[in-house]
């Protein structure tokens, strides 16, 4: 059975840094590709950055020169460094594993920019 643990969010002052981590631990030799999602209160969810399993990798925007994501050597962790963060960025961000068609989600870690 797949499972996703995200860690590394927090509250930091605008223009800081966070790392967020997402750890997969089952099937991970058919992942085809991970992303991280986020959600504003009031707000819809939004792609923040993919990389697929060859390392391609894709960003939102509004993120792009800020945000960059990685995948571990073990290739069951994908992280997603942030840097100069803005108080817009504050929501909570989610993990997604993708196994071809298949799907499945982190409960999500919560990120809090202050200004």
């Known amino acids: 059975q797949v499972q996703l643990v995200e860690s590394g969010g927090g509250l930091v002052q605008a223009g800081g840094s966070l790392s967020l981590s997402c750890a997969v631990s089952?099937?991970?030799?058919?992942?085809?590709?991970m992303d991280w999602y986020r959600q504003a209160p009031g707000k819809q969810r939004e792609l923040v950055a993919s990389?697929?399993?060859?390392?391609?990798?894709n960003y939102a925007d509004s993120v792009k020169g800020r945000f960059t994501i990685s995948r571990g050597n073990a290739k069951n962790t994908a992280y997603l460094q942030m840097n100069s963060l803005k108080p817009e960025d504050t929501a909570v961000y989610y993990c997604?594993?993708?196994?071809?068609?298949?799907?499945?989600r982190g409960q999500g870690t919560q990120v809090t920019v202050s200004s």
């Open positions: 990389i697929t399993s060859g390392g391609n990798t």
């Open positions: 089952g099937s991970i030799l058919s992942i085809t590709a």
């Open positions: 997604n594993v993708h196994f071809g068609r298949i799907v499945h």
